[in-house]
């Protein structure tokens, strides 16, 4: 993990919770942030047990009580890379231009209570190519870690997703034009059911085939 955040700006927080050991408060703002994650899958599995890990999880095991309105990540760029071992390559998802909305951030029960719902709300252009908005709904303080994703993509050249494909798919695309994505997510810490639709036209794809004395 590489996490790094220029500024943050905590607004109009509530100094008498603060004397009771309370962050209350309007709103945070996160300036120009950077998050990159990689992932070697190379490496053997462990035994460690990663549920209860879902950030509305974490958030509640915070020692702090916290409660801000929105937290806002005005300027942000986000990659996932992970190295495949059949490709010795590591392919990459880019998010560019973020700007994530965060709204109802709290682990304290009074609130919690009269709303579970955190939610974030998400646009970003994907690789840099395509317009992306995504809507996250965390369910706070459920045992099961429950969530819901919709999210939707525009068009592009489907070329451009090749970064992404060769490394982890061994294949590649020729010529071809995304249409639109549109995907629908319900989860919990062990289950996921979804829905996706994927349009495109013109799509040539070549499966590619690893030389083995070259390692390529």
């Known amino acids: 993990y590489q996490f790094t955040i220029e500024n943050l700006d905590i607004r109009n927080i509530n100094r008498y919770a603060l004397f009771s050991q309370r962050l209350i ?17 190379s490496n053997p599995h462990d035994s460690i047990d990663r549920t209860q890990k879902y950030p509305q999880q974490s958030l509640m095991k915070l020692p702090l009580p916290v409660k801000i309105n929105t937290v806002v990540f005005a300027r942000s760029f986000i990659e996932y890379k ?4 059949k490709s ?8 560019y231009a973020v700007h994530a909305v965060l709204s109802n951030l709290t682990n304290i029960p009074e609130f919690i209570g009269k709303n579970n719902k955190m939610k974030l709300n998400f646009q970003s ?3 840099n190519r395509a317009p992306m908005h995504a809507e996250l709904i965390m369910i706070l303080k459920d045992p099961a870690g429950r969530f819901t994703l919709d999210a939707k993509m525009g068009g592009m050249n489907a070329a451009y997703l090749n970064p992404m494909i060769q490394p982890m798919a061994l294949a590649k695309i020729d010529k071809g034009k995304i249409q ?3 995907y629908h997510l319900e989860a919990d810490d062990l289950h996921g059911v979804g829905n996706l639709t994927f349009l495109y ?9 690893k030389d083995e004395d070259q390692n390529k």
């Open 25 to 41: 408060a309007d709103s945070m703002i996160l300036g120009n942030s950077s998050f990159k994650i990689f992932r070697d899958v």
């Open 82 to 85: 992970e190295k495949n071992a």
């Open 88 to 95: 010795d390559s590591s392919g990459k998802v880019q998010f």
């Open 125 to 127: 252009r994907f690789l």
């Open 180 to 182: 639109s994505l549109s």
């Open 201 to 209: 036209s013109d799509l040539k794809l070549v499966l590619l085939r």
